[in-house]
């Protein structure tokens, strides 16, 4: 049964990240959490996500802006290895809380950011790409402050899909290798990771016809209610865990 919710979940996650460019991961991240456990649910998280950014940018190849791939993720490679080496160091109580308050100061952090965002250039980014992957390595996800980041250096669409999911697709890599080197990704979470992951796969093609229909206040809106609902669940968790 918890297979079964987790393909469910994954499928429409998939869709909806397929359409606003993220929220997969945090869908998904309580779930995991629930059912396998935080620290397993991270690996988990990551081998997805791997497979979530692979299908954004198989989605919208010829979309994506390389200049800003490379400013962004050559600086976020080594810092996502950071951060994911000082996860493992963590307990499994405080992985809980750290991804809890982190969803929840995305909220009025990610209002400042678009309300004072001003056009970027590839020294911002890759600036953002040491801060976001750092902080990536550690939280699962930090689709609401990379989305800000990558509008706000003028991609919209599918370029905006593309290229973001081409940045991150770099960044988890890197926390996939690092998590099976220091033998915090076994077999059976490796499978579970694959199997999340091809559901959000199949969400993320179904999504694409509609990726143009959305409307920026929609967004807004299902983000902040994502992040309230999801924040709040992983606090409670790591709360009944004491």
């Avoid at 081998?47 to 200049?67: E, G, H, K, Q, Y």
């Avoid at 490796?190 to 199997?195: A, D, P, S, V």
């Amino acid at each position: 049964m918890g297979l079964i919710l987790v393909l469910i979940v994954g499928l429409v996650a998939g869709i909806f990240s397929g359409i606003v460019g993220t929220g997969a991961s945090i869908m998904l991240v309580p779930v995991l959490a629930t059912i396998y456990g935080p620290k397993a649910a991270v690996p988990i998280m990551a081998v997805a996500a791997v497979m979530a950014n692979l299908s954004r940018i198989l989605a919208w190849w010829r979309t994506v802006d390389w200049r800003a791939f490379a400013a962004y993720s050559i600086t976020a490679g080594p810092a996502a290895f950071l951060g994911a080496r000082t996860l493992l160091i963590l307990p499994a109580r405080a992985v809980d809380f750290t991804i809890g308050l982190f969803l929840l100061s995305m909220i009025p952090l990610r209002h400042l950011l678009a309300k004072r965002m001003i056009r970027l250039t590839l020294w911002h980014m890759a600036l953002a790409g040491a801060v976001i992957g750092f902080l990536t390595g550690i939280v699962v996800s930090t689709g609401p402050i990379s989305v800000p980041v990558f509008l706000g250096y003028g991609l919209v669409k599918g370029a905006f899909l593309a290229t973001e999911g081409a940045s991150s697709l770099v960044i988890y890599v890197v926390k996939v290798l690092t998590f099976g080197s220091s033998g915090a990704l076994p077999l059976d979470l490796l499978l579970k990771g694959l199997i999340t992951g091809a559901a959000i796969m199949a969400g993320t093609f179904i999504a694409k016809p509609f990726v143009l229909r959305l409307a920026p206040e929609t967004f807004r809106v299902i983000m902040d209610g994502l992040m309230l609902i999801c924040g709040l669940t992983m606090i409670w968790n790591a709360v009944m865990a004491s």
